[in-house]
């Protein structure tokens, strides 16, 4: 395991200075990015370019009490930007009866999807709403216009290429017909999310704040923003999390204990489930999870399973957001085992083929066998994690007579412009994860030309990043909650503190594990827990293979553990999180038997 030790010697600083520079933050910068007070850092929305136009037309459309439509884009950005408009025109009473909601089958974008875009050319929709989506459509969205349907498109996804599309229609009465806004068309606001770009609309529409900061919040957050690069970005994060009133996301929030949300809570908790649903959810799921964001009423009944402790359960009434609370766990639980089953049919391909020989492990399922196309994001992920090289995973698309699926770098600074590099893998997305397509006829010669490519590719391990390594005897609870006083910062472009400790010794009977997810230990004072301990982890770190033959409880040489600080509830104080480590069993000579432990 390699560490990126960003300060070596620790002595006479404290963690959350050390934590704030490395970050290249101070004092100062927290104060400023922990700001919830928006109307000292808020830019004017018509500094993005057509915001005029884009009113204008809405106008138009609103006056005439148009029939309206709404593209739902199917992840949590594209739910929250058509949910904050729906709820606009709720909240203003508009006539209900004159809004239809288009919905994706699958995990598809804007106007690709052809069952929605006939859905759409069929319906009497007269103005069509595309929020995070719809920038690159230009066919589709010239053939509408040709249908008399008028068009406002608000999103922050990059032109992918120079089309002779304007970003401004008007008929030949002079009517708007199409309006663009797209942040990264201009210089403001370019880490908005989709639903960060309506917020900004609705506030020039109403010239003035306009509500919900919980659902732009969640929607940026969701969406892997830079949320701290924007000052009016962040304030409105601030705000939004530190008041949600949105009743799905509170219902979740209360089923999964948190009380104060930060940031991480919404990425790796949240966020995951509600794109559960809109990956693999049915229809209906879907459908239901857009209800319940915009706050639809609806009871259910429901009949808990029997347990030991609760043999004969009543059934219980529940409201459509603890509906979808519940649907969107048990999607998400039968989404992780058709994910395990993939990754298993994928690895005894790699294996019987000798593909793991390569630099890049290729799976090509030509009989669409071992892919489900609705997560191939996560089982490439997985492959990456076991085969620590790049992944491309390909399925056949008998509609598109081609092969789809995802790529996921390791190793290299962009896997992107290497695969492009072949000049027959087009690929969709950021340098390291992103959707790919091959055509059907390039397949024989495909990994023969990513091998061509990655011959002189040196693929290095990527480093852990570690802000320091620790010396226990010197950290307190007071330093370790002026850390946790930073939870709000944390992001994906601003990850949380990661520690190193080493050389510490417990005894096995110290080691408490109470139920088969935990392990839990004392070090100096201060408690050590593994959360969602998987059954090798704690097999690696109790160092089973080695103590079964061993009479009596060993003492075991923790040599390094990366740690987390996170919070013990029940004891009311800091404690460390375990991410990763190395042990040993001790012995009288301590010749080290070192072992990676994986997360």
């Known amino acids: 395991m390699k560490y990126n030790i960003k300060v070596e010697n620790s002595f006479g600083r404290t963690m959350r200075d050390i934590v704030l520079s490395n970050r290249n933050l101070t004092e100062k910068d927290v104060v400023k990015l922990l700001n919830n007070n928006l109307g000292s850092v808020t830019e004017s929305p018509y500094k993005l370019e057509n915001m005029g136009e884009a009113v204008q037309l809405f106008m138009q459309e609103y006056d005439k009490e148009a029939k309206i439509g709404f593209v739902v884009d199917a992840d949590v950005d594209g739910h929250t930007s058509s949910a904050l408009l729906y709820l606009f025109l709720k909240e203003s009473n508009y006539p209900l009866d004159k809004i239809q909601i288009f919905h994706h089958e699958g995990k598809m974008h804007g106007l690709g999807d052809e069952k929605l875009f006939k859905q759409i050319k069929k319906s009497d929709v007269e103005f069509l709403i595309i929020a995070d989506a719809g920038t690159n459509d230009e066919k589709q969205l010239k053939e509408l216009m040709n249908l008399n349907k008028r068009i406002l498109i608000l999103d922050h996804h990059i032109k992918e ?6 970003e401004i229609y008007k008929n030949q009465i002079g009517e708007l017909i199409f309006v663009l806004v797209n942040n990264q068309l201009g210089e403001y606001c370019k880490d908005f999310s989709g639903v960060g770009v309506c917020w900004k609309f609705l506030t020039a529409l109403l010239q ?12 940026n957050i969701a969406d892997m923003m830079n949320i701290n690069n924007d000052l009016e970005l962040r304030a409105l994060i601030n705000k939004g999390l530190d008041n949600v009133t949105n009743p ?16 991480m809570d919404i990425s790796f908790n949240l966020a995951n489930y509600i794109n559960g649903v809109i990956r693999f959810g049915k229809v209906e799921d879907k459908v239901n999870l857009f209800r319940a964001l915009i706050g639809e009423q609806e009871e259910f009944i429901y009949k808990p399973r029997k347990s030991k402790n609760n043999p004969n359960p009543t059934e219980q009434i529940e409201t459509l957001q603890q509906h979808m609370v519940r649907k969107s766990k048990s999607i998400k639980q039968s989404q992780d085992k058709k994910k395990k089953d993939c990754v298993k049919l994928c690895k005894q391909y790699i294996d019987d083929n000798n593909i793991d020989e390569n630099k890049v492990i290729v799976v090509i399922d030509k009989d669409m066998k071992m892919v489900d196309k609705r997560i191939t994001g996560l089982i490439a992920t997985n492959l990456v994690d076991i085969y620590k090289k790049p992944v491309v995973l390909l399925s056949y698309s008998s509609k598109q007579d081609k092969y789809t699926g995802s790529m996921r770098g390791y190793g290299t600074e962009s896997f992107k412009k290497l695969l492009e590099a072949t000049e027959i893998i ?11 397509e091959v055509q059907k006829k390039d397949i024989p010669r ?3 030309r990513i091998n061509k490519v990655m011959e002189d590719v040196e693929l290095k391990e990527p480093a852990i990043d570690i802000d320091t390594v620790l010396d226990l005897k010197e950290v307190s609870f007071k330093q370790m909650n002026d850390v946790l006083d930073l939870s709000m910062l944390f992001n994906s472009f601003c990850p949380k503190p990661q520690f190193l400790i080493k050389d510490k010794e417990i005894n096995l009977k110290d080691i408490r594990n109470p139920y088969p997810t935990l392990l839990a ?3 100096d004072g201060i408690q050590f827990k593994k959360e969602y301990c998987s059954g090798v982890f704690k097999s690696e770190f109790l160092c089973e293979e080695e103590t079964k033959n061993i009479f009596g409880r060993p003492d075991i040489v923790i040599d390094e553990m990366v740690v987390e600080i996170g919070y013990d509830d029940f004891k009311k104080q800091p404690c460390f999180l375990l991410k990763s480590a190395k042990t040993h069993v001790k012995k009288k000579d301590d010749k080290k038997k070192n072992k990676n432990i994986p997360f």
Do not use: R
């Open 426 to 436: 087009k690929v969709i997305g950021h340098d390291n994860s992103a959707g790919v």
């Open 208 to 219: 003035k704040e306009w509500v919900h900061h919980d659902i732009v919040a969640i929607g």
């Open 446 to 448: 495909l990994i023969k």
């Open 521 to 523: 230990f004392e070090l």
């Open 161 to 166: 290429k120079d089309t002779n599309m304007k």
């Open 248 to 263: 799905f996301f509170k219902a979740f929030l209360e089923d999964a204990g948190i009380e104060n949300p930060t940031p």
